[in-house]
């Protein structure tokens, strides 16, 4: 396996910002959702927390000497507070592991959304991003990056089929050495790229395609992860799992569960079904 992988579309270090950040996201106003009822079924004590920080890809905002970059340190500072709350609420969710919740706590949720509904940033609420799509819900994030962690080595190389806005995959980024994720709208895949712009998050890249095929040139991967629910998972992403590898998938139409598989062997995979979930459908194709 090359280390090297310079012929990868979209290093998001090498690209420079442009337009002006939206203002700081006010309180949150929850609004219950399919999975946040599920995660109060599905509720624990409080994690433990720990001021632990994910050891890659933590963004770091502008300093006065790239006047282009456009995400202001008291942007991130007025936020602070509500990104807290979230992660905390979503530890009380039942999620635990540290690293995920650092994560959360981390990434500055208001600017995957439009201003419009950036009072919603920080609450458990999935919300419109344009094309019928929708930025997923911080609990249900949380929750398929600690089901794709497991409690076993630090994640090396992971996939997300379904960029979206790009906000999970900057989540993922915190938490996994290396992500790729693949966007089949283009005009997502555009509005991402310019979301993440300002983080310069180095180990995150993005690519335009049909993540049905996975991205068999970074392949294999250690963890892949879906925001979109297909009838059942692509074959082409079952063989790209590395063995030992992890997929967290939802699946089903109307009624769909989140399904978790590991690669036990060369042919050989294993998979659990756990709760219901609500996400928009995986399509085949590009658009
Ligand atoms: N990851 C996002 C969620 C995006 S919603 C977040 O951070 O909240 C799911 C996304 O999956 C949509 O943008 C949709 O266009 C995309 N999608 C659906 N089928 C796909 C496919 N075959 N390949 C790549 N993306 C796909």
Redesign the pocket.
């Known amino acids: 396996m090359s280390e090297k992988r310079s012929n990868f579309p979209l290093p998001l270090s090498s690209v420079t910002g442009t337009g002006t950040r939206k203002p700081a996201a006010p309180a949150p106003v929850a609004t219950p959702q399919t999975a946040t009822q599920n995660a109060r079924s599905n509720s624990q004590a409080t994690a433990a927390r720990s001021g632990a920080h994910g050891a890659h890809g933590v963004p770091a905002p502008a300093g006065p000497s790239q006047p282009q970059q456009t995400l202001a340190r008291s942007d991130l500072m007025a936020t602070e507070a509500p990104r807290r709350a979230m992660a905390a609420r979503v530890a009380r969710q039942g999620v635990k592991d540290p690293q995920v919740l650092a994560a959360l706590e981390t990434i500055p949720r208001h600017l995957f959304i439009e201003q419009a509904l950036s009072a919603q940033a920080y609450t458990d609420v999935s919300l419109p991003i344009g094309h019928n799509?929708?930025?997923?819900q911080p609990y249900i994030?949380a929750r398929m990056i600690e089901l794709l962690k497991g409690s076993g080595k630090p994640l090396q190389r992971v996939l997300?089929?379904?960029?979206?806005?790009?906000?999970?995959?900057a989540v993922l980024a915190c938490v996994a050495k290396e992500v790729y994720s693949?966007?089949?709208?283009k005009p997502?895949h555009e509005l991402a790229k310019a979301n993440l712009r300002p983080l310069r998050i180095a180990n995150l890249r993005l690519q335009y395609g049909?993540?049905?095929l996975g991205l068999p040139q970074a392949a294999p991967f250690d963890g892949i992860i879906l925001?979109?629910a297909g009838l059942d998972v692509p074959r082409a992403l079952l063989e790209q799992m590395a063995i030992g590898a992890r997929l967290v998938a939802p699946v089903g139409a109307q009624v769909q569960h989140l399904q978790r598989i590991i690669r036990t062997g060369k042919s050989e995979w294993t998979s659990e079904t756990l709760e219901s979930c609500h996400f928009?459908p995986?399509?085949?194709g590009i658009v």
């Open positions: 799509q929708t930025i997923s994030v997300e089929i379904g960029t979206g806005c790009g906000y999970q995959a693949i966007e089949r709208i997502l049909d993540g049905m925001a979109a928009v995986l399509r085949p």
